[in-house]
């Protein structure tokens, strides 16, 4: 090679470096600047409070925090829940994480609430294992479970009679872990779906928008199931999405409650569903 060619290629990899670290450097402020528009100043002493409520300063990030802040400053694909519906979650999450969240579904917003959850666990439950591929393909840190579910769209409304008819599905006797009479009752599921307490449960899967596809019916049944079996202190918190949808919307009146409807925002519902050892046999039939 000529040193004349040397030198130009010298001046090429130096304005590769340069421009990578002015990237690296746009996108840590771009970063910075996204989550103060989705966490407003206020809302930063949740983000800073260290365990022993000390000053900002002792706040120190998880690499996933980190690792989030670039990736969404540097994708075009945002969460495709609204700031305001997320923000409901947020609300939540600020007061109760470290928590356990169980999400249905992976997707653009998985990073996010793994994020916003630090030290805590959230797990994501995923209907096509290519798509787990695909995504933690770029994030392998995020905890995500392939299910298989037994229901389609279309067998909403029997599921709802088979449910009234079926002791193993009623309020008093429910449970998930091998309940195969109950056709509501997610009996796939890794055993560490089963085995831990989930302070926040969000629905935002499997899919139901086409006759065949599984929709929400099971997920709903089954988070409702956990809420009430919980034995710790305070309610476990369900968000449900999509609720402009007819099998949502009648799922949820069924088996989250009107009454336990706390929040809402754009198409997202929260209840917030107490253990069932604590409401009285008078209160009402079924789940609500
Ligand atoms: C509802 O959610 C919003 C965030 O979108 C929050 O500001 C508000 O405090 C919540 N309301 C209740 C009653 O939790
Ligand atoms: C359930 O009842 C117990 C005992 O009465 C009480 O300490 C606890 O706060 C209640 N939990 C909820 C979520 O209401």
Known sequence: MKKEDQTVKNRHMYAEKRWLLALGIAAMIGGAFLI?????????????????????????????????????????????????????????LKNRSPCNFLVFGLGHDSLMWTALNPHGTTLFLEEDPKWIQTVTKDVPNLRAHAVQYRTKLSQADD???????????????????GNTKCRLALTGLPDKVYDTEWDLIMIDAPRGYFAEA???????????????????????????????RRVEKLYAEEFLCKKYKANSSGILWHFEIPPAANVSQADGVGFC
């Open 214 to 244: 599984p929709g929400r019916m099971g997920a709903i049944f089954s988070a409702a199931v956990m809420a009430r079996n919980r034995k710790g202190p305070g309610v476990t918190h369900v968000f449900l999405h999509d609720v402009d």
């Open 159 to 177: 599921l709802l009679k088979h449910y009234r008819s079926e002791p193993d599905c009623s309020p008093e006797k429910a449970y998930l872990r």
């Open 36 to 92: 103060s528009s989705v966490v407003r100043i206020s809302d930063y002493s949740f983000l800073l409070a260290s365990s022993r409520g000390g000053p900002a300063v002792e706040y120190s990030p998880t690499p996933i925090q980190l690792q989030a802040i670039i990736h969404y400053a540097t994708s075009r694909i945002v969460p495709q829940q609204k700031l305001g519906e997320i923000s409901v979650t947020f609300e939540v």
